[in-house]
């Protein structure tokens, strides 16, 4: 299948099996229209990559990052593999370009849906492990996801909560931590909104909306760092 070997060429591999490579890219919308078609969606290949990406991602870390703890490991594996960074990497790769999408889909904007395009990225990974091997799976990983992204999560400790990462940055320059305010509270008992003001030395940094407190103190944690960078 030609249209495949660009493809093939960018990632450096060529499959055995090309149809397990075209099953890649049937979104389950394709064959709503197309009852007959020939492949099934790539649901089961997306299954497989997910659980083949979790266990490249812990080996990737236990083998080059010895001395972190067990908590920062889970939280680095869950920036590295969530939605966005998935969809990022497969925006690189061009792997909309070969999408089997539903008319609808394809008018709504389906070949920029950050979901179907990471899902397309875990399949990819599901069938470079069932043509190839692990290793292979192993090395695409490495080279088109953890290559120009795990050094910069490492460094700028994105892997951290706003709200630990903006604790960290006040300890280490001031040695005192900044301070939560619940500035007000809207909505029925059951279902509050908070809205949360993060302080240091009486200076509001950021403010947070969202139905809980924790959440809303990550918020304002969040949008803190824009006023620290004009400060």
Do not use: W
């Not at 179907?116 to 990819?124: G, P, Q, S």
């Not at 290559?147 to 040695?175: M, V």
């Not at 279902?191 to 200076?203: A, L, M, R, S, Y």
């Amino acid at each position: 299948m030609k249209k495949y070997q660009t493809l093939e060429k960018k990632i450096g591999i060529v499959f055995k099996n090309k149809l397990l490579l075209e099953n890649v890219f049937v979104h389950r919308s394709y064959l709503n229209e197309h009852k007959n078609f020939y492949l099934p969606s790539n649901e089961r290949l997306e299954f497989l990559g997910d659980s083949v990406l979790s266990l490249i991602t812990s080996v990737y870390l236990f083998k080059n990052f010895p001395l972190l703890k067990e908590g920062e490991y889970t939280e680095i594996k869950s920036v590295i593999v969530k939605t966005e960074t998935l969809a990022e990497a497969a925006e690189e790769l061009s792997l909309s370009e070969f999408l089997f999408l539903s008319k609808g889909e394809e008018k709504t904007g389906g070949r920029k849906n950050k979901n179907i395009l990471a899902d397309c990225f875990e399949a990819l990974i599901g069938a470079i492990f069932l043509d190839q091997n692990f290793e292979t799976a192993y090395n695409f990983v490495y080279q088109f996801l953890f290559k120009n992204r795990l050094n910069k999560i490492l460094k700028n400790k994105e892997y951290l909560s706003a709200k630990t990462r903006l604790q960290e940055y006040f300890q280490e320059r001031y040695k005192k931590i900044p301070l939560y305010k619940v500035l007000k509270e809207f909505g029925p008992e059951h279902k509050k909104t908070f809205q949360v003001g993060v302080f240091f030395e009486n200076q509001l940094l950021g403010i947070g909306i969202a139905n809980s407190k924790k959440e809303a103190e990550e918020l304002a944690a969040k949008n803190s760092f824009a006023t620290l960078k004009n400060l």
